[in-house]
């Protein structure tokens, strides 16, 4: 084995790339399997280094999980920036088609971040999670106008989130479907579930025709 080659090329990197080498994978083990079934042998044998580099910048396995976690959310914070321009749907599309970008670019990423489900809400593992679901609520409160959301609102847009999620995971597993079709279809259930919440809300309705006023490029009326 060429180790010798290996081992120069190690010694040049920073502790930030050192960090990173040993977090990237870690993410790939997370993302493909249990964090009950990955070992610190596992991430430094993955990372071709030693079980005590591992233990030097990070003290435990759990340690090693929130961290790669953390990164997984950071990566994902960055890329569904959204657009400062165009029509609320079409915003939207963007968003979502940065969210699958990072879905496919970054599968283990993704996995890791969501393999703990969608109840996973106690410590800083629940804390992370929650941070890219408050992201993307963020996202969507931006896109209606709106800054503060009501209960229906609330209910309907987190969801949404969870069907985006899950439909993330079985696209991992699957993809037997096209990523545009399955982008269009999340839209269009987006605004399935606000034709669904404006029926038992006012307020939601109101959102709602506004949202379609500015989609089809409407004038307010008076």
Known sequence: MARGGKTRSRRRLSVDERREELLNAALELFGHRRAADVSIDDVAAAAGASR????????SKEELYVAALRTAANRM?????????????????????????????????????????PGAREGEIGRIVDHVRSLLINRLLDGLGVSEPWPVLRVTLRSWIASVETAGLDWL???????PQLEELLVAQMVALLSAGAEHDPKTAETLTELARVQNGDRPSG
């Open 52 to 59: 005590a580099l591992v233990y030097h910048y990070f003290g």
């Open 77 to 117: 914070d960055v890329l569904l920036e959204p657009p400062a321009e165009g029509k609320p749907l079409d915003r939207l599309s963007i968003v979502l088609s940065r969210y699958f970008d990072f879905v496919e670019e970054h599968a283990d990423g993704f996995a890791a971040l969501l393999r703990s489900g």
């Open 173 to 179: 597993e699957y993809r037997d479907m096209p990523r």
